[in-house]
């Protein structure tokens, strides 16, 4: 399947490698697709251009582009952008090369503005999901996957223990295509709560400051929740 | 032990059950004693006044009075009200009344003004929690207990699982003197995660959403959530 991926950094690396290395034909995406990313403390990672070349290199169907490429190429887009520049991305993209499709928004509205731990730019009354789904509303949005980072997105099995996974979305059809075969299929992940509507992208948005504290207090963010329920 | 407990309503009288049952003695309160709870579709159920004369009669030590007459008898007090009027009623309660004991601050500030799904009346950059801290300077708050409803605070063994729990607050004796005796001794909490200081009460506040949906996608609000990490 072809797969346009909505950013170029490691999540977008790190997933979009999962999916070429599923046979997948992947599109990553940047605003500048040749500028390596600099993240400051946490180091540089190679460009767009760099992975996807990287990729080839390894035999994968792989390339790079700007945003309205990525959309152009996927029959199934990814929101992998910093929450904070989604929109924006998105709107470059171009809603008429995402109309009609699945759009997987995994991206949290994280705030670094006002210091750590991170505060959300969304929230409460409203979602980063909702905000996605509004401004492109002949797109299926699908939130998803914005409850663990990115190394457990493709390896959950890592934890040890069958933890949860929530989609939240307006198309009943798009969240079961994707729970089916993205989450359970392509990724591995056996345990899948639909939420409800977009609407419920808050919950898992909001869930970002307990995941945040659980990353400090566990000493890891290779970390996740069970949901367990009383028969009812 | 002594234990005031600011609240009269289901969860006031079913945690208070349970600490009674335990053999503590137990103050409940209300602005209204002698008044039964009418909750609309939900029933109503029995004024304080008559919660305490029916645990009387069965042998418990229990009471019920104003909210200051419950903060006065409390070694430990337990804020039991809705969030939306937890600042009124402990404000009522009377900050000397309160000044160097420990606040176990299980509310969570729901908003029922917008419809069902709640929203919350504060969150993001603050939280009910540190209000409350930030109102009474010289009680030592504790947040826990509110991501799961009363009857599983009470009997965390029903969900066949063990889950976990989360602590915050500022007084770190404080906190560790809740986690031993309160939640690990009486209420049976095996696994309690200490998220930090009352700042941290937003992430288990801003969990509330994601709560509320996976009780109307699990069919049930006997639930809770484990937390699984690799090894760091």
Known sequence: ???????SGQVAQ????KFADLG????????DPGRPKDRGE???????????AAR???GADAAAGSFTAAAIAGDVVVNATAGASSLAALRL??????SGKILIDLA????FSRGMPPSLTVCNTDSLGEQIQAAFPHTKVVKTLNTVNVNVMIDPAQLGAETDLFVAGNDTDAKAWVTEHVLREWLGWPRVFDLGDITAARATEMYMPLWLRLWGAAGTGALNIKVVAAQP
């Open 108 to 111: 949290n509205p994280l705030d």
């Open 1 to 7: 399947m072809n797969i346009g991926i909505i950013g």
């Open 56 to 58: 080839r290199a390894e």
């Open 42 to 52: 946490w180091g540089v990672i190679p460009s767009a251009d760099e992975w996807a």
């Open 93 to 98: 993209a171009g809603a008429k090369h995402l």
């Open 24 to 31: 997948h034909s992947v599109t990553i995406s940047s605003r």
């Open 14 to 17: 790190t997933l979009g490698g």
